[in-house]
């Protein structure tokens, strides 16, 4: 099924370099893009920010097409699940990293995470740094038959209902960059049947995250300003917060079946991992060692 986007409403859109091959093209964009961050790292969620803005203004997110798929919940998954709930990610590239795969076949990309037991997919659609697009989000969700997550740096609501339009299960929001709006966010994401994962970093943002609506909570252990991972942020947080009922999802910096039996210890119910399921051989057994850890 095709999707049709604002910005080619005439004719059916092909998937490009970031939602199949990635050429030397793609590689130099994200080698650029890593040395921009080492030069700019405090201001790099500040810059997120910004060209996220400058993306709405352009019409990135208007999608013109509906893509009709029953909406699944990935909150129901991750409480389902028997053994260790990992959100599997598909990003080309990551601004801390540079290139991390060359998607060959992103269907069998996505097919690979979902045999080796992901309770869901989370798909980036930041196209300057992470080499994601609506056109990937739009192609895994035709291939799989669990949850998607459309993972952005959302700050407008025609990013939520791109990501309703395509036919998502579930969108990211990070407290750091929508603050003023989130309880607004949550709300309209809620009318068009998607769940939120709200993301949060620091003690205080996670007991703010607390006090909305959001289906589910995530920790992010990459500080977004600077990008250092710490797998003990989330072990910090949950340690003064204490035990809560709502969905802790630790994200950033998970790479092995220790880092999720300590996560889990801490406290957190569900694992999202993104740059060491690119970078393995093989993906499905990747996946599915990270989800026999439990």
């Known amino acids: 099924m095709a999707l049709s986007l604002h910005k080619s409403p005439s004719k059916t859109v092909q998937p490009t370099k970031s939602s199949s091959n990635l050429?030397?093209?793609?590689r130099a964009i994200g080698l650029k893009s890593l040395r921009s961050w080492r030069l700019n790292m405090v201001d790099f969620m500040e810059t997120l920010i910004r060209e996220a803005s400058e993306r709405v203004k352009s019409g990135y997110y208007r999608v013109n097409q509906h893509l009709n798929f029953?909406?699944?919940?990935?909150?129901?998954?991750?409480?389902?699940?028997?053994?260790?709930?990992?959100?599997?990610?598909?990003?080309?590239?990551?601004?801390?990293?540079?290139?991390?795969?060359?998607?060959?076949?992103?269907?069998?990309?996505?097919?690979?995470?979902?045999?080796?037991?992901?309770v869901d997919i989370s798909v980036l659609t930041e196209p300057k740094r992470f080499g994601g697009s609506l056109q990937t989000l739009s192609q895994v969700k035709e291939s799989v038959s669990i949850p998607v997550l459309m993972k952005d740096v959302i700050v407008d609501r025609v990013q939520i209902e791109a990501a309703a339009n395509i036919g998502t299960d579930a969108v990211l929001l990070i407290y750091g960059a929508v603050a003023g709006r989130v309880d607004e966010l949550i709300k309209f994401a809620h009318t068009l049947s998607l769940e939120v994962l709200l993301e949060a970093?620091?003690?205080?943002?996670?007991?703010a995250a607390l006090e909305t609506e959001a289906d589910m909570i995530g920790v992010n252990n990459r500080d977004l300003r600077t990008m250092k991972v710490d797998l003990h942020v989330t072990a910090r947080i949950l340690a003064e917060v204490g035990s809560t009922d709502r969905i802790v999802v630790s994200e950033s910096g998970i790479e092995t079946a220790d880092h999720v039996r300590f996560l889990r210890k801490c406290g957190a119910h569900a694992f999202l991992v993104g740059s060491s399921i690119m970078l393995a051989d093989d993906v499905e057994e990747k996946v599915r060692k990270l989800v026999m850890a439990l």
């Not at 699944?72 to 028997?82: D, E, G, P």
């Open 70 to 118: 029953p909406r699944l919940s990935l909150r129901k998954a991750i409480v389902n699940c028997q053994h260790a709930p990992v959100i599997a990610e598909i990003k080309p590239f990551s601004p801390s990293r540079g290139l991390l795969r060359c998607i060959a076949n992103l269907e069998e990309l996505a097919k690979a995470m979902e045999a080796g037991g992901a």
């Open 201 to 207: 970093h620091t003690v205080e943002e996670f007991k």
């Open 23 to 26: 050429s030397i093209s793609t």
